[in-house]
C-alpha cells in the first residue's frame, strides 16, 4: 500500500493509552483526596459476543485507570421492571459515580426508558435527554463518549476548526448529532448527511473534515474525499475474511481506508482509531462524573 507522503495515520490507540494515563493519575489524586476510587458501573443484558468483548474490555481498563469497577451481566430474560431496578439502585449508590447500560437492549426493553432513568449526573454515555440538551445549548455535561474521543483525534492534527467545513454522515443519537454538535460548538459549518441525502460523493467532497458514522463496510470511497481531509471513521464492521482461513471475521470501518490514505491529509485506521478512544473517554467522562457529584477538584483531561 502507497500513502501520500504527508497523509497523517492517527494512531487512536496510542492516544487512547496516554489520555487513560491521565485519567489513571487524576483517579489517583482523587482517591488521596475523597478517600475512595471513582466508580463506573456497566450493565449488560444478554450474551451478545460483542457486548460481551466490550464489556469485558471496559471493566478492566476501568481497573486499570485505578477506578472502581462494577460489572452487572443480566440474562436475556431481564424484564424492563427489572433494569429499571437496578438502574435505580445504581442512581442511589454513592460509590457509582457512572452508569452505563450497553446497547443495544433485548428487543422487549424501551432502551428510551432505561436511558431516561439513569441519573443525569452518572450518564457517562451523555445518552440523557438532559445532557443531550445540555450539549445543544452550549451548557457543562456529560458528553457521549464516540464523539467527544473522535473530536481529541480531530484537534490532535488541526487545533484551529473555526470556519472548515464538517461533513458528518449518520445522524444517530450516539454518534452523529452528538458528533455535529460538538463540531458547531468549535464554529465548523456542519452538514449532517444521512440515508436521504442526495448525491452523497460530492457533499463529502466539501469537507475538510469528514466523519464516517454509518454501520457500512466501506462505504466512504476513496474519490469522496477531498485532498488534504481529515478522515474520521467511526464504523466498526464485521466481515468475512476468507484469506484469514475458513470463517475467520475482521474488522473494517465505514471508509474504503486503501483508497481514502492515497487522498486524506489525516485519516483514522479501524482497528486502532476510534474505538480506543470511545473506552478512553468513558474512563474520563466517569472521573469527571465523580468530579462534579463530590466538587473534589482533580485534573480532567478535555477535548
Ligand atoms: N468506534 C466506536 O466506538 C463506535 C462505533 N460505532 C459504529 O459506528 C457506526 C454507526 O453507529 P450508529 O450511529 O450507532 O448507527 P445507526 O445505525 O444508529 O445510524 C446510522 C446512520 O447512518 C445513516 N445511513 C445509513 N445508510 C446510509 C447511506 N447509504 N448513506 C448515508 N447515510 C446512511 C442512517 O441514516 P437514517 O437516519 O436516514 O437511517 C443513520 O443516521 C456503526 O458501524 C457502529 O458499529 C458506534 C458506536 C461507537
Ligand atoms: N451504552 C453504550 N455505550 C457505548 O459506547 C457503546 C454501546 N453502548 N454499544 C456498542 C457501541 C460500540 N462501542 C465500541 C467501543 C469500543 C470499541 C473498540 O475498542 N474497538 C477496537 C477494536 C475492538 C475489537 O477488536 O473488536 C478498535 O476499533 O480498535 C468499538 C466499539 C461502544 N458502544
Known amino acids: 500500500m502507497t500513502t501520500h507522503p504527508t ?28 478517600g475512595r476510587a471513582p466508580g463506573l458501573a456497566v450493565v449488560l ?13 471496559k471493566a478492566q481498563q476501568t481497573v486499570e ?3 472502581a469497577s462494577f460489572e452487572h451481566r443480566l440474562p436475556a430474560e431481564t424484564s424492563e421492571a427489572e433494569l429499571l431496578a437496578l438502574v435505580a439502585r445504581l442512581n442511589a449508590d454513592d460509590a457509582v459515580d457512572g452508569i452505563l447500560v450497553q446497547l443495544p437492549l433485548p428487543a422487549h426493553i424501551d432502551a428510551q426508558k432505561v436511558i431516561e432513568a439513569i441519573d443525569p449526573a452518572k450518564d457517562v454515555d451523555g445518552f440523557h435527554p438532559a445532557n443531550a ?19 481529541m483525534l480531530i484537534r490532535s492534527v488541526q487545533p484551529a476548526l473555526a470556519g472548515l467545513e464538517a461533513v458528518v454522515i449518520g445522524r444517530s443519537n450516539i454518534v452523529g448529532k452528538p458528533m455535529a454538535q460538538l ?38 470511497r476513496g474519490d469522496w474525499v477531498k485532498p488534504g481531509a481529515i478522515v474520521i471513521d467511526v464504523g466498526i464492521n464485521r466481515v468475512p475474511a476468507p484469506e484469514r482461513g475458513e470463517g475467520k471475521m475482521r474488522l473494517v470501518g465505514d471508509v474504503a481506508y486503501d483508497e481514502a490514505v492515497e487522498r486524506a491529509g489525516a485519516i483514522t485506521p479501524v482497528p486502532g482509531g476510534v474505538g480506543p478512544m470511545t473506552i478512553a473517554c468513558l474512563l474520563r467522562n466517569a472521573l469527571a462524573a465523580a468530579v462534579a457529584r463530590t466538587g ?8
Open 7 to 34: 497523509t497523517r495515520i492517527i494512531d487512536g490507540k496510542a492516544f487512547a493509552e496516554g489520555l487513560r494515563r491521565r485519567v489513571a493519575d487524576a483517579a489517583a489524586d482523587f482517591l488521596a483526596r475523597s
Open 45 to 57: 443484558v444478554g450474551d451478545d459476543p460483542a457486548s460481551s468483548v466490550y464489556v469485558r474490555n
Open 65 to 67: 485507570a485505578g477506578m
Open 133 to 151: 440538551g445540555r450539549l445543544m445549548t452550549g451548557l457543562p455535561g456529560l458528553v457521549p463518549c464516540t464523539p467527544l474521543g473522535c473530536l
Open 183 to 220: 463540531l458547531l460548538a468549535e464554529s465548523c459549518t456542519v452538514t449532517i448527511a444521512h440515508s436521504k441525502t442526495r448525491d452523497l460523493p460530492s457533499v463529502c467532497r466539501r469537507a475538510d473534515i469528514l466523519v464516517a458514522a454509518v454501520g457500512r463496510p466501506q462505504m466512504v
Open 296 to 303: 473534589i477538584v482533580v485534573d480532567v483531561p478535555s477535548a
